[in-house]
């Protein structure tokens, strides 16, 4: 009887291991996730004002397999952009609390380099090392590149 338990519950194990391994959606995208923060000091009007900026961001990196390699199992993978979302909180007094929020979301190419940075105004975009646009409000926002990126801020708030 104690080898008949030790026998089906090693096969319930391996028989579990063995269909989650199977699972197709894990390999379909990756997510990758990561936090920055950043400290500046700001001189406005005489003034130096600490300021500071946490941005979390998350990259949804999906891909495709080239349709003449299917079923084989060396498979080229054809390169798709990144779908990236950025949570960047504010905070620019001498408090410890975060003031301003701010949700970005856009497609990044493998190529492409967005890079949030504060601006006298508040905060920048850079794309590809050119400065675009200060970001003021929600909306969408087209960058002057050759590929025509563009950005998408959904919300601009304070907290």
């Known amino acids: 009887m104690k080898l008949l338990k030790t026998l089906l519950s090693t096969l319930l194990i391996l028989e579990s291991t063995a269909f ?4 197709v959606s ?22 130096k004002t600490p300021f500071r900026m946490k ?3 998350r990259r949804d990196y999906r891909f495709a397999f080239e ?12 390169i798709m952009p990144a779908y990236v979302t950025k949570v960047v909180y504010l905070d620019n007094d001498f408090d410890k609390y975060y003031d301003k929020y701010i949700v970005i979301r856009y497609k990044k190419s493998y190529e492409d380099k967005f890079e949030i940075v504060p ?9 590809d090392e050119k400065m675009v646009e200060d970001i003021s409000k929600a909306g969408f926002y087209v960058t002057d590149t050759d590929d025509n990126d563009y950005f998408v801020v959904e919300e601009f708030r304070s907290i």
């Open 119 to 127: 601006t006298e105004n508040g905060l920048g975009l850079k794309v």
């Open 26 to 47: 894990s390999v379909e995208h990756d997510v990758m996730r990561t936090t920055k923060k950043k400290s500046f000091i700001k001189d406005k009007d005489g003034t």
């Open 55 to 57: 941005v979390i961001e």
């Open 67 to 78: 349709e003449e390699d299917k079923g084989k199992t060396d498979q080229d993978r054809v």
């Open 20 to 23: 989650y391994a199977q699972n």
